[in-house]
């Protein structure tokens, strides 16, 4: 038997925490886990998962410590720009951009400042917790402006005095606007993302990484999907599969007793509205079901 186990960090508690584990559950892996333990083992594959710091999840993968991670983008770019010097080739892989721990980094400004945008920020300073994302992005506009890297408490950094604007994410906006700041520039869309080590060279671990690389594509996927069903005028297929947003090619099953009316089934990969499926009725459609898709491997 091989014992050759996968390991993957995600993050123990926190933001990503949940999202993590339930998208590696949805791929299938069944896990025992006791509350407090910092490891799980998947029963049914050969996948272990350690349960740590986001911040410590690039290195463990960047040092082939673990296979593959999931973790923020911000926390990851950080990272590459902290190791650009390395001797190391490959650092890391990003396989797959998640749809969890959507947030922005934006500068943000406060509401009683004069400044508020980045072309006034010259000669200024702003304080981040992202002095390598932050810094390149100054670089690149060729904007001075002296960076105060601050691990928390961003938002009481222009109160305090130790810096003119701040540089962090937000979600809601609801933290800038408690903190009487204003959001400006945004410099990065972020979301929690697949990163794999670049050493995964071993034919066993590779098979078991792209089938779940393949797996977490599905799981993606579906969550957005329906299935469509209708029946159909034969002489409207194609406007109607027009109608239909992002519809693959569709099914055609033809109708007992009748030539002129067919049944159309569609996978849909996107969300269908109301409004879609007036537009379906007029132009002949009946009979339209859309039903959630389970699973899909494509
Ligand atoms: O303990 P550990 O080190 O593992 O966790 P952590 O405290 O460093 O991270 P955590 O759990 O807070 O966030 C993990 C990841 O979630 C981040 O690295 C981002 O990729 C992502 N994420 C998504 C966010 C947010 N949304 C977010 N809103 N991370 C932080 N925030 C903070 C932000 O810093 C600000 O303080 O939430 C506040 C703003 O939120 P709004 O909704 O008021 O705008
Ligand atoms: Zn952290």
């Given amino acids: 038997m091989n014992k050759k186990r996968i390991k993957i960090a995600i993050q123990k508690s926190g933001r990503l925490a949940d999202h993590s584990y339930d998208l590696l559950k949805k791929c299938g892996l069944i896990v025992s886990r006791n509350k407090g333990q910092l490891i799980g083992y998947a029963e049914n594959m050969p996948f272990d ?16 410590l673990t296979d593959l991670g999931i ?28 749809d969890f721990g959507q947030c922005r980094l934006s500068f ?15 000669n200024k300073k702003v304080a981040t917790s992202y002095p390598f994302i932050v810094g390149d992005y100054l670089e690149r506009e060729s904007l001075d402006v002296e960076i105060v890297k601050l691990s928390g408490a961003l938002e009481l950094a222009p109160s ?21 700041l204003n959001e400006g520039e945004s410099i990065l869309e972020i979301t929690a993302v ?26 993606l996927q579906v969550r957005e999907s ?9 002489n409207s297929i194609d406007r109607i599969t027009e109608l239909i947003p992002g519809a693959e090619s569709p099914t055609i099953i033809p109708l007992e007793g009748t030539d002129e009316t067919v049944a159309l089934h569609v996978v ?22 859309v039903v959630p898709v389970e699973k899909m491997l494509v």
């Avoid at 943000?108 to 010259?122: G, N, R, T, W």
């Avoid at 305090?160 to 009487?180: E, P, Y």
Wanted: aromatic letters at 8%; glycine letters at 4%.
């Fill in 49 to 64: 998962l350690l349960f740590v710091r986001d911040d410590d999840i690039p290195s463990l993968v960047k040092d082939n």
């Fill in 71 to 98: 973790v923020g983008l911000n926390v990851v770019l950080e990272k590459q720009f902290e190791y650009a010097n390395s001797t190391q080739k490959e650092l890391f892989s990003i396989e797959e951009y998640l």
């Fill in 108 to 122: 943000a400004y406060p509401e009683v400042s004069d400044i508020q945008s980045l072309s006034q920020l010259k």
């Fill in 160 to 180: 305090l005095g130790s810096a003119d604007a701040i540089c962090d994410l937000v979600s809601s906006g609801r933290t800038l606007r408690a903190h009487n």
């Fill in 194 to 219: 697949v990163i794999r080590s670049g050493d995964t060279s071993d034919p066993f671990k590779q098979k078991w990484i792209r089938k779940l690389l393949e797996r977490i594509n599905g799981v």
């Fill in 226 to 234: 329906k299935y469509v069903m209708m029946h159909a005028p034969r």
């Fill in 268 to 289: 849909c990969k996107e969300d269908v509205f109301w409004e879609t499926l007036e537009n379906l009725k007029q132009e002949g459609a009946s009979s339209i079901l």
